[in-house]
């Protein structure tokens, strides 16, 4: 089988081995189901640069937009909007209010039940598996979300996944501090 049809395939596999029971996946898997009432502790002061209103994290450091490497685990901190000056945000607690999952695909092919429509198309597909954290903070009411994720058709990425929590936990290194209840 071509490459372009076995990953959608794995994924198929994959979401369907997910449905048998999220209660009983550990942190460990792509599969865990955040508990309700977890928490996301920013354990000291970051700043977002100035005309910006993100901020990456990869490896337990703070890397520049085009300095991600997208095959490996790396997390956006986002904030509700772009401003002229910098934007200091302060060590906090954040309430997970709600995680997303998602796989959206970007670029040339036809997408997961489609196998090789574009199979002569050089534009390179992105797939990135995306699990989005909604913030709240009474303190701070700007940050929207942290995202972790990876590009998943990317050469040696193996089976198509979500980050697990060790990977999310890895990309953040000592900046955040997970909480799940």
Do not use: W
Not at 3 to 16: F, Q, W
Not at 65 to 87: F, S
């Amino acid at each position: 089988m071509p490459p372009r049809t076995i990953a959608p395939l794995a994924l198929l596999l994959a979401l369907l081995a997910s449905c048998a029971n999220p209660e009983q996946h550990d942190a460990d898997s792509p599969f865990y189901r955040y508990p309700a009432g977890s928490r996301l502790t920013l354990n000291r002061a970051i700043e977002i640069a100035a005309d910006s209103a993100t901020l990456r994290f990869q490896f337990g450091r703070v890397v520049a937009p085009n300095a991600v490497q997208t095959d490996k685990p790396y997390c956006i901190l986002e904030v509700e909007r772009v401003r002229p000056e910098p934007q200091r945000i302060a060590a906090d607690s954040f309430a997970i209010t709600r995680v997303r999952r998602g796989a959206p695909e970007f670029g040339g092919t036809a997408g997961l039940f489609i196998g090789n429509a574009h199979a002569d198309d050089d534009t390179p597909s992105l797939r990135f598996f995306r699990t989005v954290f909604l913030l709240r903070s009474e303190r701070q009411p700007d940050v929207r979300s942290l995202t972790c994720q990876h590009h998943q058709y990317a050469a040696g990425t193996g089976m198509p996944r979500h980050l697990t929590l060790t990977e999310i936990r890895q990309a953040l290194g000592d900046f955040f501090t997970f909480e799940p209840r």
